[in-house]
Nanobody, 128 residues
Framework: QIRLVESGGGLVQAGGSLRLSCTASGRAFSNYTMGWFRQAPGKEREFVAG????????FYATSAKGRFTISRDNAKNEMYLQMNSLKPDDTAVYSC?????????????????????WGQGTRVTVSS
């Protein structure tokens, strides 16, 4: 079992940056494959970025590639999403997710159905 809490959201102007954090409590955070998802008002939840449990493999949605960076610090039980060059279209509630099935060290996951645990989300609003 793992509990996830996101932080770092807020209001930012277009072109600005934010760094989201996902703090995990529970056992063996380093065993979990992790990801970031977002849900904009009136839209379905969508994948943003994924990272393997080792941190050695990452994958980004096209909308995030080149602007966002996912990372993790297993010693601190934390995962991060550095978001640069933010756009109004990035406005959404951002949630972190974890999957506990043992995976190879280079495996990331992109489907929300693959994840077992979710945080409550942190709101990001980008003004134009």
């Amino acid at each position: 079992q793992i509990r996830l809490v996101e932080s770092g959201g807020g209001l930012v102007q277009a072109g600005g940056s934010l760094r989201l954090s996902c703090t995990a409590s529970g056992r063996a955070f380093s065993n979990y494959t992790m990801g970031w998802f977002r849900q904009a008002p009136g839209k379905e939840r969508e994948f943003v970025a994924g990272i393997s449990w080792s941190g050695q493999s990452t994958f980004y949605a096209t909308s995030a590639k080149g602007r966002f960076t996912i990372s993790r610090d297993n010693a601190k039980n934390e995962m991060y999403l550095q978001m640069n060059s933010l756009k109004p279209d990035d406005t959404a509630v951002y949630s972190c997710a974890a999957e506990s099935v043992g995976r190879p060290a280079d495996t990331y996951l992109v489907a929300d159905g693959d994840y077992d645990f979710w945080g409550q989300g942190t709101r990001v609003t980008v003004s134009s």
